[in-house]
């Protein structure tokens, strides 16, 4: 049976804690509607990116804009089977909302699983539902939890997530994965085939939502996803690209966050995964420069294994000689580097199109992480069953 979430949203909700959720959801077959008091489906909100940057507290930055497909005032509770809170600034202000608290409150007194993030707990506690309950969240919101009644439940790190019930919390983004899970879990869900190795071939300044997007929604999954930059180690960082469409003749650019890498590139080898996925932004530019990485890929392809490419991404696999009698699609900017290639140009209209020709998966940008993600999952053989 399909599930639907409800997403509730406002101004400078924390990039990755709105989409990665939004998207790796959709992936699995679960439709999600993400809304704003006072905001109609198609209209936008504004992203702050929040990371550790050395400082007592967390810094601060313009994110995407995230577009809402649903209208915040059209609500009917009834027909979704779970909620999800992201953190970020905008609970601040939504707890201080009766109706956000109203609808908060609807799903709790039916018993519907809900999910929420970081800041997110601000307006649990303002609705009044985590009395006698076990959460977590950043650490900063503990005061206001324990005085709502909670049973604070520390954090051993920021990826730790707690399950009460059906109330699901977590303190930062870095739990996606286990978030996810539990979420996906709470409204019914199981997943098969998922005992799956993938490596990401990341660089610096890739884009922000094309790594971190279907890397945490693989790891959701539960497959091991190891992330490799050439001249890189296990634990180093990658600084990551924000590009974004405002209306410009191009794409805009602002910084993302900051990417940790969790594998050496070096120790590297196409026979030890199952997958290969190549994220976009700047990053392929270089890449594609680079002889080992080249190397590695037309491993993959020889190997008859799945790679997914996205926007950029595919400067590498041209480069690489892979191409050649393909059909495969891009961002259109790299439609030479697709042609020359020897590939057939698929034309990605709309912008979210992705496709699949054989072993490889190809997509424009990532407003198509959905089908992106859930088309490499098909070559993979990951299944997800409500």
């Given at each position: 049976?399909?599930?639907?979430?409800?997403?509730?949203?406002?101004?400078?909700?924390?990039?990755?804690?709105?989409?990665?959720?939004?998207?790796?959801?959709?992936?699995?077959?679960?439709?999600?509607d993400a809304v704003c008091p006072g905001k109609k489906s198609g209209e936008v909100i504004k992203t702050a990116v929040h990371q550790e940057s050395g400082c007592q507290t967390y810094s601060e930055s313009r994110g995407h804009n995230f577009t809402l497909n649903a209208t915040f005032s059209e609500i009917d509770v009834g027909k979704y089977d779970g909620l999800i809170l992201p953190g970020g600034r905008a609970p601040e202000?939504?707890?201080?909302?009766?109706?956000?608290?109203?609808?908060v409150r609807k799903f709790q007194e039916s018993r519907k699983p809900i999910a929420s993030i970081c800041h997110g707990q601000l307006i649990l506690a303002a609705a009044d539902?985590?009395?006698?309950?076990?959460?977590?969240?950043?650490?900063?919101?503990?005061?206001?939890?324990?005085?709502?009644?909670?049973?604070?439940?520390?954090?051993?790190?920021?990826?730790?997530?707690?399950?009460?019930?059906?109330?699901?919390?977590?303190?930062?983004?870095?739990?996606?994965?286990?978030?996810?899970?539990?979420?996906?879990?709470?409204?019914?869900?199981?997943?098969?085939?998922?005992?799956?190795?993938?490596?990401?071939?990341?660089?610096?300044?890739?884009?922000?939502?094309?790594?971190?997007?279907?890397?945490?929604?693989?790891?959701?999954?539960?497959?091991?996803?190891?992330?490799?930059?050439?001249?890189?180690?296990?634990?180093?960082?990658?600084?990551?690209?924000?590009?974004?469409?405002?209306?410009?003749?191009?794409?805009?650019?602002?910084?993302?966050?900051?990417?940790?890498?969790?594998?050496?590139?070096?120790?590297?080898?196409?026979?030890?995964?199952?997958?290969?996925?190549?994220?976009?932004?700047?990053?392929?530019?270089?890449?594609?420069l680079d002889e080992k990485v080249l190397t590695l890929v037309k491993k993959f392809i020889d190997g008859g294994k799945p790679v997914a490419s996205i926007c950029h991404g595919q400067q590498i696999l041209s480069a690489a000689g892979v191409l050649k009698g393909k059909k495969c699609t891009a961002y259109p900017a790299v439609k030479l580097n697709v042609v020359l290639g020897g590939a057939t140009w698929l034309e990605p209209d709309p912008i979210d199109r992705c496709f699949t020709d054989g072993n490889l998966v190809t997509g424009a940008a990532w407003p198509g992480h959905p089908e992106f993600v859930s088309q490499l999952m098909a070559l993979l053989g990951i299944k997800v069953s409500f």
């Amino acid at each position: 049976m399909a599930k639907s979430a409800l997403m509730i949203c406002g101004d400078y909700v924390e990039d990755y804690e709105v989409m990665v959720p939004f998207q790796a959801l959709q992936a699995y077959g679960v439709s999600v509607d993400a809304v704003c008091p006072g905001k109609k489906s198609g209209e936008v909100i504004k992203t702050a990116v929040h990371q550790e940057s050395g400082c007592q507290t967390y810094s601060e930055s313009r994110g995407h804009n995230f577009t809402l497909n649903a209208t915040f005032s059209e609500i009917d509770v009834g027909k979704y089977d779970g909620l999800i809170l992201p953190g970020g600034r905008a609970p601040e202000y939504l707890a201080m909302d009766d109706s956000v608290l109203t609808i908060v409150r609807k799903f709790q007194e039916s018993r519907k699983p809900i999910a929420s993030i970081c800041h997110g707990q601000l307006i649990l506690a303002a609705a009044d539902v985590v009395k006698g309950r076990k959460c977590t969240s950043y650490p900063p919101v503990k005061p206001v939890l324990i005085a709502a009644g909670a049973h604070w439940i520390e954090p051993e790190t920021m990826a730790t997530c707690v399950a009460d019930g059906n109330l699901i919390t977590g303190p930062t983004y870095e739990g996606h994965p286990k978030f996810i899970e539990l979420f996906v879990k709470a409204v019914g869900g199981s997943v098969t085939g998922s005992d799956k190795k993938i490596l990401f071939l990341c660089g610096d300044y890739m884009e922000d939502y094309e790594v971190m997007v279907p890397f945490q929604s693989l790891q959701a999954l539960g497959c091991t996803v190891d992330a490799v930059c050439p001249k890189k180690i296990a634990g180093e960082k990658c600084p990551t690209a924000i590009h974004d469409f405002e209306g410009d003749q191009t794409y805009s650019e602002k910084p993302g966050h900051n990417f940790t890498l969790n594998a050496t590139f070096d120790s590297a080898c196409a026979s030890s995964y199952d997958a290969l996925v190549i994220p976009g932004g700047r990053a392929p530019e270089y890449l594609a420069l680079d002889e080992k990485v080249l190397t590695l890929v037309k491993k993959f392809i020889d190997g008859g294994k799945p790679v997914a490419s996205i926007c950029h991404g595919q400067q590498i696999l041209s480069a690489a000689g892979v191409l050649k009698g393909k059909k495969c699609t891009a961002y259109p900017a790299v439609k030479l580097n697709v042609v020359l290639g020897g590939a057939t140009w698929l034309e990605p209209d709309p912008i979210d199109r992705c496709f699949t020709d054989g072993n490889l998966v190809t997509g424009a940008a990532w407003p198509g992480h959905p089908e992106f993600v859930s088309q490499l999952m098909a070559l993979l053989g990951i299944k997800v069953s409500f």
